[in-house]
């Protein structure tokens, strides 16, 4: 089955590509750290309002929400792509174009994405297309790491029982994410007895304590069966390096397809943990700073429709079948919940996560027909 875009459809990307790039370029000079994006919602909302778009309101979370023909309905198809980018900067990105490629840290991860979901929802009000179940336009929050995808619990709270399916705008070109990877991480803090390095000599010591959990913790061996990791990805501790350290602190995060692999890697870690509180002597405090949830209950059927269908439409477009991998982000909380969904992209970007980031602005003329046919093929 193909996927055939009206012809007003056809003009719309045509007449619009520009503005899709300068929105693109906009949007990268606002700063948007997660739990920080007021500027960027504020902006975007605006943008919404301009554009022709009703009812298009902020919510607790700072998730900038347009709904369509929503009131009624209990079958909403939720379109979302997130605000908030990993780099904490409160100033603007550094952003240059060159031979038709933008650099700029988050211009792929997220940006691009939001500036295609209000192009299209300024095609959509423009249209004065009512979807029959109804439509949920999202620009979310809280995506990125200790975000702790904020944005969408929010969403799929206000909305209870009444969304669908899910279509994330976000991931790698032509790749197509359909398994929701479940995530712990944890911060560990520990407090020891310390003192001067040569005249307390021998005092328990929170760095060493620390150091010897991760040792243990990189021992632990991966269960079979899927993919699954564990990473200690942030380490600090001591004051100077004649005093042996009182306190230290790492965060570490374990990841898995499979929740009851998860569940493997994460009683091995707290049993790490005990041994070394009862060992070492030291105080050890350990904090949940976020959890991200396996999928539960999706019929397996209507994820296979919203599969294939996502298939053929990035088949057509980019010239070859897309990747279906699992991964971690917006699509592990409707999906957990039994919302069958996937995420997307339909542009090429490098470097995500690295302040390197770039995007190729050409690609975008096939990201815009992607997303706007994907939105169409739900009315």
């Not at 004649?242 to 009683?267: C, P, T, V």
């Not at 041994?275 to 539960?296: N, T, W």
Request: aromatic residues 8%.
């Amino acid at each position: 089955m193909a996927y055939e875009l009206p012809p007003q459809a056809l003009e719309y990307i045509q007449a619009h590509e520009q503005e899709l790039i300068q929105l693109l370029k906009t949007l990268c000079a606002i700063p948007s750290p997660s739990h920080q994006e007021h500027r960027r919602a504020q902006f975007c909302k605006q943008w919404l309002e301009e554009a022709g778009c009703e009812g298009v309101y902020i919510d607790e979370a700072l998730n900038v929400i347009y709904p369509v023909n929503a009131d009624k309905s209990n079958q909403l198809t939720l379109f979302t792509a997130h605000m908030d980018t990993v780099f904490p900067d409160l100033e603007p990105l550094p952003m240059e174009e060159k031979e038709g490629i933008l650099y700029c840290p988050g211009a792929g991860d997220d940006t691009g994405n939001v500036a295609l979901l209000l192009m299209i929802a300024k095609y959509v009000a423009q249209n004065h297309l009512k979807p029959e179940n109804g439509f949920l336009m999202v620009c979310n929050s809280c995506e990125e790491a200790l975000g702790n995808l904020k944005g969408i619990k929010q969403i799929m709270k206000d909305f209870a029982g009444r969304i669908g399916q899910v279509y994330v705008f976000d991931g790698l070109y032509n790749q197509v994410v359909n398994w929701p990877v479940a995530v712990i991480r944890y911060r560990v803090s520990v407090g020891a007895q310390g003192g001067h390095a040569y005249l307390n000599f021998g005092n328990t010591s929170a760095i060493a304590c620390t150091s010897g959990m991760i040792h243990d913790i990189y021992q632990m061996k991966i269960p079979e069966g899927c993919k699954s990791s564990y990473n200690v990805g942030v380490w600090s501790g001591g004051e100077v390096p004649n005093g042996i350290a009182q306190k230290a602190w790492f965060q570490i995060e374990m990841r898995s397809e499979l929740k009851e692999n998860l569940d493997y890697l994460h009683n091995r870690f707290l049993e790490i943990v005990r041994a070394h509180e009862q060992s070492d002597g030291c105080e050890i405090q350990l904090e949940v700073i976020g959890r991200r949830p396996a999928k539960e209950g999706v019929d397996p059927q209507i994820q296979a429709g919203i599969e294939e269908k996502i298939r053929t439409i990035l088949t057509q477009y980019c010239g070859k079948e897309p990747i279906f991998r699992s991964g971690s982000g917006d699509l592990n909380i409707p999906m957990s919940m039994g919302v069958p969904g996937v995420g997307f992209c339909g542009y090429k970007v490098t470097g995500v996560h690295t302040r390197e980031e770039f995007v190729e602005l050409d690609s975008f003329r096939t990201a815009f027909a992607v997303n706007l046919t994907v939105v169409l093929s739900c009315l």
